[in-house]
């Protein structure tokens, strides 16, 4: 697949320590099986919660790919991530059912507290924030997803409460 360059790719900390071997065997192992290159970014993030900046040349190289198709490929797709995740994905809906309960100060209360946008993850990687358009339980709005948990009829307390009472467990 050719992606155009006018894909804005954002830049990408190299500081990220990742095992390379590993790394490596993923992308040997993968080579030539059915759909190539997206299965093969999949398995990388399923390994690593996201795709490390030291995989892009080790892919174009053993799929025999133009330079930087795979960084274009993955960041055309936004089921790929850039960079770790959080233990907790928080999930924010923000579609009409929540928007209309007052999601946006869901959304304000939770990124003030954490202090990171969409995409960001805390400093101490308990969390990572994302924008969603419906979480499927709009009869709960305004509604989010922690992990696998779907938190509903939330206010700006109740929320934060959530959010505290996990960051406690996880300090324990
Ligand atoms: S719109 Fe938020 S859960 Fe459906």
Known sequence: M??????????????????????????IDCNGISGGLIPLLQRIQDRFTFIPPQAFKLIDKELNIPE????????????FKLNPTGKYTIKICKGT???????NKIFDVISEYLQIKP?????DQLFTLELVSCLG????????MIGEETYGKLDD???ISIIKEIQDRESK
């Open 2 to 27: 050719h992606i155009e360059k006018k894909i804005k790719i954002k830049p990408q900390s190299t500081d990220y320590q990742v095992d390379i071997p590993d790394l490596e065997k993923i992308i």
């Open 68 to 79: 930087s198709e795979s960084l274009g490929v993955a960041t055309f797709y936004t089921q």
């Open 97 to 103: 059912a929540c928007h209309v309960q007052n999601a």
């Open 119 to 123: 995409g960001e993850t805390t400093e």
């Open 137 to 144: 339980c709009c009869s709960l709005a305004p509604a989010i």
């Open 157 to 159: 307390r109740s929320v």
